[in-house]
């Protein structure tokens, strides 16, 4: 036997080795598709828990809105971008609030914001001279540039607040839509605290 024979016989390989061979490439392909698979399902996993972690945040912990109209000038503008922050409805006097109310005259449900100004416990007045009056004292507020009107025929004085109820006015103190017309806020009807808004004329 020549040596090119000899080297031809080395090469062949048996078919107990032609068997293995084919299992082990078998093996990477299957070991290949498991790993394509896993990662795919990692991707969506990760997808999914992104997914719910935005839900998560804007549809239970941070609320935004467009400012209705222009009741809270010159702090808010109407269509200025609200963020609010839903978990908040403990709320402190001079906070800013987005709250839903049933309009007396329309009978509908209807978003507003405005700022606290009296919470469960005190009394609310309004002087014959326009100004804010809790608990029979004059409130100072200097950074509204508005008088505090009655509206006439809406709600009685001196509102005594109870328990969960907080009273709140527009920042634009004349034409305002707020508890001079509809009365006091209820806890459950606070849908959150706004923590910043984003100016329309910025977008």
Not at 117 to 134: C, Q, R
Request: hydrophobic share 35%; glycine share 6%.
């Amino acid at each position: 036997m020549d040596k090119e024979n000899i080297e031809q016989n080395q090469n062949e390989k048996t078919p107990a080795e032609e068997r293995q061979e084919k299992q082990e490439k078998l093996k990477k392909q299957l070991n290949r598709s498991e790993r394509r698979v896993k990662e795919y399902q990692t991707f969506i996993l990760r997808a999914l828990l992104l997914a719910l972690f935005i839900w998560v945040l804007f549809f239970k912990v941070i609320g935004f809105m467009t400012a209705p109209n222009d009741d809270m000038v010159p702090r808010v503008d109407g269509g200025d971008l609200l963020l609010f922050y839903r978990l908040d409805t403990d709320v402190s006097a001079q906070d800013v609030i987005v709250f839903e109310k049933k309009d007396p005259k329309s009978g509908k449900q209807d978003i507003f914001i405005g700022r606290v100004v009296a919470k469960s416990g005190e009394t609310v007045d309004i002087s014959d001279g326009s100004h804010l009056m809790i608990n029979d004292h004059p409130v100072v507020e200097p950074k509204i540039y508005f008088s505090t009107p009655k509206y006439e025929d809406q709600i009685e004085y001196p509102v005594k607040l109870e328990k969960n109820q907080c009273f709140v006015l527009s920042d634009s103190r004349i034409g305002g839509t707020d508890s001079r017309y509809f009365g006091p806020v209820e806890k459950d009807e606070i849908l959150g605290t706004v923590i910043t808004l984003i100016r329309r004329n910025n977008l």
